[in-house]
């Protein structure tokens, strides 16, 4: 007759085996928190060890990947101010005839009879919005621009490819947008500057 298997249960040694940590295998199946930010750290640590040889490493990762990222973000905002400076100035508005250049269509204004109205009282901020809308429309009559409704004064700076008008447009639209967006009052000498520059754009063609 085959004997039967027995099994013994010892419970102090199975309770030894359970607190010994050489025995917890489902620990090493877990997961550890490794955060994204902790694997740049590493994968730093580990570049600044090499240039380093080891030294100085540890004390001046942290501030360098700090120094980094910093140039980074003042990359991508100077990067955004070249495109959109207008997002950058703060806007002004003064006087009773304001309007924005997004809501008008620069093929309905009569600029002659506007910019006279506009001197006659003064109000030299609306005369100098009057006479770059009117350059504008002088671009577009050209053909040198695809004028629309929904684009941005530095999207016809970039779009003008005369290189003997641009600098004078480039120099016109700068002084629209600290008018428009920025701190600055305009007068009777920037109206007449404006004017000039524009002139100068007209020159280029006739």
């Given at each position: ?127 100098v919005r009057l006479v770059y809308l009117q ?72």
């Amino acid at each position: 007759m085959l004997q039967a298997d027995s099994i013994i249960y010892d419970v102090k040694k199975i309770a030894e085996y359970q607190s010994d940590k050489d025995y917890d295998y489902g620990a090493q199946l877990e997961t550890p928190d490794y955060s994204i930010w902790d694997m740049i750290m590493d994968w730093f640590n580990r570049l600044m060890m090499e240039i380093f040889q080891g030294k100085y490493s540890e004390k001046y990762t942290a501030p360098i990947l700090i120094s980094v990222f910093v140039l980074i973000v003042a990359a991508i905002v100077y990067f955004i101010y070249l495109k959109r400076p207008e997002l950058f100035l703060r806007a002004k508005r003064t006087g009773s005839l304001q309007y924005d250049i997004e809501e008008e269509n620069i093929h309905a204004i009569d600029f002659d009879t506007e910019i006279a109205k506009a001197l006659s009282v003064k109000d030299f901020r609306y005369a100098v919005r009057l006479v770059y809308l009117q350059t504008l429309r002088f671009l577009s009559e050209q053909k040198l621009i695809d004028w629309q409704i929904h684009k941005t004064p530095t999207d016809y700076r970039y779009e003008l490819q005369n290189l003997s008008m641009k600098p004078h447009f480039s120099e016109l639209t700068n002084e629209f947008l600290k008018v428009r967006y920025g701190n600055y009052d305009a007068s009777a000498t920037l109206f007449e500057k404006m004017q000039s520059l524009q002139n100068a754009m007209k020159g280029g063609i006739e």
